[in-house]
């Protein structure tokens, strides 16, 4: 449920409201806008009668949420919401770039490629150190020293870094010494994860599932949040459907319904997506133009010889062409890289 107080509602009617709430068993989500402040009204509140919350003469009007998700609803906060990552801001007017390998493999590797794409003007450097694949053959990255050569990497070209978590026993080194931690698809309902990254302060971008519907997906945000942590980043990196000729199907709807649904950002993956390169360039610029607040972007100064996914992940050369279409793009729809 969501009640909108009258502008200019006094403080003393606000608390009336929200204790007589609480006196209920009701948790409260504040929100004050710049000339309204809204309740989101966090419980059962299929026993409220809205008669009588409507009555109260600094109440504009009185909402039952339909939806399951409540924290992440724009009911509650309609305002889009701005996530910092040192420094770094995903929401507003400039749509943020991240980029770099898929698998961090070596400190010369993982700097030279941060080198590179902050020269074509990512702001945040993306590598993985722990990685989830599907055979148990295939490189699983190079884990705690993976994030220390991130580490070296940021230290030298001064990008913020982000790298996928794996199990809740990694929490603390994340918290410490990654900016935005990344849920993969495949862990997008470890639900215990989920609860103990909510319990940080630390943004978390996370990913959908393979097969998650948008609603499941929101309600991944859901868990997050329910446990305190605001700082979600969503991220769309395509599907699996019958089709087999990509790796995934993109589903850039997933845009335009998520700004519809819920406040936070959304950003795009197209190298996942895809799953080959050439194909990253024309998803990247659809996404821009749909309305994505950010971009994923896999960059490798050798793809063919890559650990993991060379086949989608785009040569410096071609990445700095990439953004410099889509600064054009960007800025048709009034927004900037």
Known sequence: MVIVFKPGAPEEAKTRVKNNLKNQGFQINEINGVNMTIFGIIGDTSSLDINLLRVDDFVEKVMRVQEPFKRANRMFHPEDSIIDVDGIKFGGQKIQVIAGPCSVESMEQVTNVAKSVRESGATLLRGGAFKPRTSPYSFQGLKELGIDYLKAAKAETGLPIVTEIM????????VEDVDLIQV????????????????TSKPVLLKRGLSATIEEWIMSAEYIMAGGNENVILCERGIRTFEHY???TLDLSAIPVIKKLSYLPIIVDPSHAAGMWWMVEPLAKAAVAAGADGLLIE???DPEHALSDGAQSLKPERFEKLMKELHGIAKIIGRYL
Request: proline share 0%; glycine share 6%; no cysteine.
């Open 167 to 174: 199990s809740a026993d990694k929490i603390d080194r994340f």
């Open 299 to 301: 960059v490798h100064n």
């Open 246 to 248: 990509t790796r995934n």
């Open 184 to 199: 993969g698809a495949r862990n997008m309902q470890n639900f215990e994860l989920l609860k103990e990254l909510g319990k």
